[in-house]
């Protein structure tokens, strides 16, 4: 029960509890334009030759809605902070993994406001950290490694976004980038779309 109490004290439930109460606000019926910023943050996990882990990411991206409005196309600058903390059987590990994602989204199926999605793309990544020494009895010093990515991506989701309401949101619980040096990265994630 204190730490109900404590969570309803924090300055993050009132920030969730205001942008829920804007969400839900009428605009007096005024339509917005094509463009939207997105800003979201998830769990996910990461793994080429160089590491693995699993951690916290954010994103923030630009949205524009194509001539078709079933379609648009998403800009992603993701950054992620991952450590190998919970996966056994590999050293410890630190690094973050920065990621910039050009998606082609499109709506499965669209009913009113509601709306499954389905996204492709591309991304480049970039990612940089340190092996340390434990969890390995062989290594006897840490070493730092920095690697390059290239490769495409995919997503699926819903989105759920009202012309005449300036806030939406999307749910990506399946986020996949597949690239050079066996990069894979899962970024499942929640984002809120501010229209402009």
């Not at 939207?36 to 793994?47: D, E, H, N, T, V």
């Not at 309401?165 to 996949?176: D, E, H, I, N, Q």
Request: a positive charge.
């Amino acid at each position: 029960m204190s730490i109900l109490l404590a969570m309803l004290k924090t300055k993050q439930f009132l920030l969730i509890i205001s942008l829920f109460l804007f969400f839900i606000s009428p605009t007096n019926a005024q339509e917005f334009t094509k463009h939207s910023i997105k800003m979201g943050f998830g769990f996910g996990a990461s793994m080429f030759d160089e590491g693995e882990g699993m951690g916290v990411l954010h994103s923030i991206g630009y949205q524009q809605q194509l001539r078709n409005e079933r379609a648009r196309i998403n800009y992603n600058l993701i950054y992620g902070r991952y450590k190998s903390g919970s996966i056994s059987d590999v050293p410890d590990q630190f690094f973050n993994s920065i990621s910039f994602q050009t998606l082609l989204y499109f709506d499965l199926i669209r009913i009113q406001s509601f709306s499954v999605i389905m996204g492709a793309g591309g991304f480049l990544n970039y990612a940089t950290g340190l092996t340390g020494t434990g969890g390995d009895p062989g290594r006897r010093s840490s070493d730092y490694f920095q690697a390059f990515h290239i490769g495409a991506c995919t997503s699926l989701g819903f989105r759920v976004s009202n012309t005449k309401k300036r806030m939406g949101f999307t749910v990506l619980p399946m986020a996949l980038s597949r690239g050079t040096k066996d990069f894979l990265e899962l970024t499942p994630k929640f984002e809120l779309e501010f229209k402009f």
